[in-house]
């Protein structure tokens, strides 16, 4: 009966709660991983995942716009 009152309140059941709260830390932990990627600003040639997934788009148009001569699309493997 808790349950069904959490359910109707927009709440999630517990279990349900849980299993959401353990995927999100599993994605933000593999966003947080490190891999080569040469930075926008040349601060290192390590980076985030986040800040890889942030940059390329913006690296790509410099390119595409003529402001920078090449572009090396990052690969991942993790």
């Given at each position: ?28 932990e ?12 040349k ?36």
């Amino acid at each position: 009966m808790a349950q069904r009152a959490a359910l109707l309140i927009g709440g999630l059941p517990p279990r349900a709660g849980d299993r959401a709260l353990e995927g999100i830390k599993a994605i933000n932990e593999l966003f947080d991983r490190r891999i080569e990627h040469q930075r926008i600003k040349k601060y290192g040639e390590h980076s985030k995942i986040r800040t890889a997934i942030r940059e390329e788009p913006v690296k790509l148009a410099q390119y595409l716009r003529g402001e920078k001569e090449n572009y090396d699309a990052v690969g991942v493997i993790l």
